[in-house]
Antibody, heavy 125, light 110 residues
Framework: QVQLQESGPGLVKPSETLSLTCTVSGGSISSYYWSWIRQPPGKGLEWIGYIYYSGSTNYNPSLKSRVTISVDTSKNQFSLKLSSVTAADTAVYYCARVPSVYDNRGYYDYYVDHWGQGTLVTVSS | QSVLTQPPSVSEAPRQRVTISCSGR????????VSWYQQLPGKAPKLLIYDDDVLPSGVSDRFSGSKSGTSASLAISGLQSEDEADYYCAAWDDSLNGPVFGGGTKLTVL
């Protein structure tokens, strides 16, 4: 059974860079898309971006200037960097596996079938 | 404000059936597939439905999904207390060039 585990600092200072890593176990990182999704306390889900195992990426336009997602297939890991953070970036950050983005029947079929447990990152001085 | 619109809350008695709606536009639900997620308190979301109406292996057949035009629905039959959770819809948005989520619906089993 595939498992995902986020790791990284739980506290980041304003204006600094948030860095998280997701380790995938029980399966290969190859042949899937891998996504980061966040959830501010008491609020809904927000897509941050995704990366294909080959390295191609797609980011939320509202975060694009500050986000970098990378993948290390040798370690079965992918990572998130979010720069110039503010209190508005305080959230539970989830890493997730995305089996599909585009269906060859001619429409987008993005969905997440496996989620990490989530890690709370607080932005505060 | 979320791109996909869900009612903030719904409630129903045990053993009854409830539906949760998700309203969007042609750029998202109207053109692309919808997925649904259940989030129990303090837990990560769990996939319930993908490709509008497909149940992943291991998900109870008390859950079902449907779509018509620019709206989608999640139905839960035979309500149980353990169904109390937040439910989110999601779909790709052609304008955003990425997925968008609904604001979530809190289900209370009376």
């Amino acid at each position: 059974q595939v498992q995902l585990q986020e790791s990284g600092p739980g506290l980041v200072k304003p204006s600094e860079t948030l860095s998280l890593t997701c380790t995938v176990s029980g399966g290969s990182i190859s042949s899937y898309y891998w996504s980061w999704i966040r959830q501010p306390p008491g609020k809904g889900l927000e897509w941050i971006g995704y990366i294909y195992y080959s390295g191609s990426t797609n980011y939320n336009p509202s975060l694009k200037s500050r986000v970098t997602i990378s993948v290390d297939t040798s370690k079965n890991q992918f990572s998130l960097k979010l720069s110039s953070v503010t209190a508005a970036d305080t959230a539970v950050y989830y890493c997730a596996r995305v089996p599909s983005v585009y269906d060859n029947r001619g429409y987008y079929d993005y969905y997440v079938d496996h989620w990490g447990q989530g890690t709370l990152v607080t932005v505060s001085s | 404000q979320s791109v996909l619109t869900q009612p903030p809350s719904v409630s129903e008695a045990p053993r009854q059936r409830v539906t949760i709606s998700c309203s969007g536009r042609s750029s998202n639900i109207g053109n692309n597939a919808v997925s649904w997620y259940q989030q129990l308190p303090g837990k990560a979301p769990k996939l319930l439905i993908y490709d509008d109406d497909v149940l992943p292996s291991g998900v109870s057949d008390r859950f079902s999904g449907s779509k018509s035009g620019t709206s989608a629905s999640l139905a839960i039959s035979g309500l149980q207390s353990e169904d109390e959770a937040d439910y989110y819809c999601a779909a790709w948005d052609d304008s955003l060039n990425g997925p968008v989520f609904g604001g979530g619906t809190k289900l209370t089993v009376l």
